[in-house]
């Protein structure tokens, strides 16, 4: 693949020089721990950037290419989570870090929200007739890839497949379906990788997970007699916590020099959330444990590259999320009472094509676009994920700065369509009933930000 890095220099697999060796390996036992770290202390998910809350942005080369041809491409480490197999084509040990800033918007206008209690109604909620839930936030990786032969490799991924965060004023008229929602998956993900012949490589991660939700919501005092409103409104806060292992496995085949290709599997993965329920109503406080599962998508992705000229590389990618597993959100507390809210997810698809060009030996640009539907129904959308198809666009670009270094910089805009939330939600403690009835609207300008070394 055409980069900014030809010409700094190859690994070639097979060190003859005993110090050169040792100097790269503490290089790298240096360095990675250091990439982690930062990894760690910027990620902060934010509003979902790729279908409900999977998170695309693992990568800012990738990104700079709307994430075409993201699990062939193998001239950026951070085809490490997107195809691990691809690591053998990597020129030598790398290490990467990045971050992305978020700046999104999703705008939730009322269309004649209601509510009733017991067999009155329904009354208006009241409250703002608008929504704006989403505010800037941050996210970052680290990567960390290594030969231990000319055929087998391992690396060190550490990224946010996963995440959401929300927060909407307390008196909007969406309060009694959320309020404020954060979900952060953080996955560390050891690799490994072998080359079966010239051509042919094979590879898988096992990645661990550790998944950390809040959910809040308001609760309808139907004691008020002016009826439920946001000055007597409660508060249900649930959180809950879990570390869970799933896995990844990849194929990667290069057909001819000029050709890439490959094939990746990310397999489910199910958090068993434990933790707390806080309810406070009417003056009082009371606390109780709860737990609640979450179903994360198998993902399997298709992806090639094409090098139509000396300079120019063409990209492309076809993904598919099994998001069918996730089909409610059932929370059970400690006194075995239960909150069911239905969520019918469908299984989604993103098509994604690009490009990069190599406009000097150090300097490569790049763009792309993406687009992708939404697991979302109608029937079923919610203030929590507001989500609907969008069409990505994507511009980047990579500069070799001398002795192995090199700047990835990308900037990302998606715009979505508008679609209808129609959400039922059931308070049978307070004999109370709200339909949420409004339009969504969500776009997004990202930041990428990355660093990476070649040793």
Do not use: C
């Not at 690799?191 to 990645?207: F, H, K, M, Q, T």
């Not at 490959?262 to 709860?290: D, K, P, V």
């Amino acid at each position: 693949m055409t980069n900014g890095w030809r010409g700094l220099g190859h690994w070639s697999g097979t060190p003859t020089d005993i110090t050169y060796w040792v100097i790269e390996m503490t290089a790298i036992r240096g360095l990675l721990p250091a990439a982690l770290a930062l990894a760690v202390s910027t990620t902060l998910a934010g509003e979902a950037q790729g279908a409900a809350f999977h998170l695309y942005e693992r990568s800012v080369q990738a990104a700079g290419r709307a994430f075409a041809g993201a699990a062939a491409a193998t001239d950026d480490p951070g085809i490490l989570t997107y195809n691990p197999a691809g690591m053998t084509e990597l020129d030598g040990p790398r290490l990467a870090i990045g971050a992305f800033g978020v700046k999104p918007r999703g705008k939730l206008e009322d269309a004649g929200s209601n509510l009733s209690i017991g067999p009155f109604g329904p009354f208006p909620v009241g409250g703002n007739s608008q929504g704006q839930g989403f505010h800037t936030q941050a996210s970052g990786y680290a990567y960390g890839a290594l030969p231990l032969s000319d055929r087998l490799w391992v690396g060190m991924a550490v990224t946010v497949p996963f995440g959401l965060k929300s927060k909407y004023e307390s008196d909007y008229f969406g309060r009694y379906d959320s309020l404020a929602t954060s979900l952060v998956v953080m996955e560390f993900a050891p690799s490994v990788a072998y080359r079966l012949s010239e051509r042919i490589s094979i590879g898988g991660s096992l990645d661990i997970q550790r998944a950390d939700a809040k959910l809040s919501n308001a609760l309808p005092n139907p004691l008020d007699p002016n009826g439920p409103n946001p000055a007597s409104d409660g508060r249900l806060t649930v959180k809950g916590d879990d570390w869970s292992v799933g896995y990844q496995l990849g194929l990667h085949v290069r057909p001819t020099e000029l050709v890439e290709i490959g094939l990746a599997y990310r397999s489910g993965i199910t958090h068993g959330l434990e933790g707390s329920a806080l309810t406070e109503f009417a003056g009082t406080t009371s606390r109780m444990g709860a737990m609640a599962d979450l179903k994360l998508p198998d993902i399997i992705s298709l992806g090639a590259t094409i090098k139509a000229t000396d300079r120019l590389t063409l990209l492309a990618q076809v993904d598919h999320f099994r998001w069918s597993r996730f089909e409610e959100l059932h929370l059970v507390f400690e006194d075995a009472t239960e909150a069911v809210t239905t969520e019918d997810f469908r299984n989604s698809w993103s098509l994604s094509a690009g490009g990069d060009y190599a406009v000097t030996q150090a300097l490569t640009v790049r763009a792309g676009l993406l687009y992708e539907t939404t697991p979302t129904r109608d029937a079923h959308r919610s203030t929590l994920i507001p989500d609907t198809n969008r069409l990505w666009a994507g511009l980047g670009a990579s500069y070799a700065i001398g002795g192995g270094w090199a700047i990835d910089l990308s900037y990302m805009r998606f715009f979505s369509n508008s679609g209808p939330i129609n959400r039922d939600n059931e308070f049978a403690a307070l004999g109370t009933s709200v339909h949420t009835v409004a339009t969504t609207r969500t776009s997004s300008n990202v930041l990428g930000l990355g660093l990476g070394a070649r040793f």
